[in-house]
T-cell receptor, first 118, second 111 residues
């Protein structure tokens, strides 16, 4: 149980284009999803918290117009990197928190999406 | 603000025990977690412990929590080459659901 998928696993795009990353909870309903960014050999940096049916809460320093988050259902959240630039190249990881029991407090992570902007 | 610290590297021989340490500053931490990250992959939940517990054992994994010193450790018995990865500790406070991650410890297991 508690499987989270991400799609795509790897994407290469040209500078100026937009890229959408999907995060799905496969066997549980995710009340909250989180989006992280991880630089090489570093820890995870929380970008935003996404609650189903409401606007995402962004961490300080994260541009909400640059990183659009949509959490339209209890199993799907999307992160769109708009007008991507080379400095947006990174490893993006989502996680999901369910409801009830151990699901409520624990985050389950997706496999990550590696974005390379040329 | 809250801070979670880990040593960066640990190297052990196959078959030995590994002990990865973590210290945190938030005294209101309710849950503490250990995650494993293999190269190019997401984070795999290994185990977690509630702050009112001192120890939790799960097969080869033993978690010790010293709440007074705000110190958490993960012991891996009979370490195997497949255990080579980065290990992150994380803490959260009930109701916030946000994690504070440690810096990660890179474990290298020598054959």
């Amino acid at each position: 149980g508690a499987v989270v998928s991400q799609h795509p696993s790897r994407v290469i795009c040209k500078s100026g284009t937009s890229v959408k990353i999907e995060c799905r909870s496969l066997d549980f309903q995710a009340t909250t999803m989180f989006w992280y960014r991880q630089f090489p050999k570093q820890s995870l940096m929380l970008m935003a918290t996404s609650n189903e049916g409401s606007k995402a809460t962004y961490e300080q320093g994260v541009e909400k117009d640059k990183f659009l988050i949509n959490h339209a259902s209890l199993t799907l959240s999307t992160l769109t990197v708009t007008s991507a630039h080379p400095e947006d190249s990174s490893f993006y990881i989502c996680s999901a928190r369910g409801t009830g029991g151990s699901f409520q407090e624990t985050q389950y992570f997706g496999p990550g999406t590696r974005l390379l902007v040329l | 603000g809250e801070d979670v610290e880990q040593s960066l590297f640990l190297s052990v021989r196959e078959g030995d025990s590994s002990v990865i340490n973590c210290t945190y500053t938030d005294s209101s931490s309710t849950y503490l977690y250990w995650y494993k990250q293999e190269p190019g992959a997401g984070l795999q939940l290994l185990t977690y412990i509630f702050s009112n517990m001192d120890m939790k054992q799960d097969q080869r994994l033993t978690v010790l929590l010293n709440k007074k010193d705000k110190h958490l450790s993960l012991r891996i018995a009979d370490t195997q080459t497949g255990d080579s990865a980065i290990y992150f500790c994380a803490e959260s406070t009930s109701g916030t659901y946000k994690y504070i991650f440690g810096t990660g410890t890179r474990l290298k297991v020598l054959a």
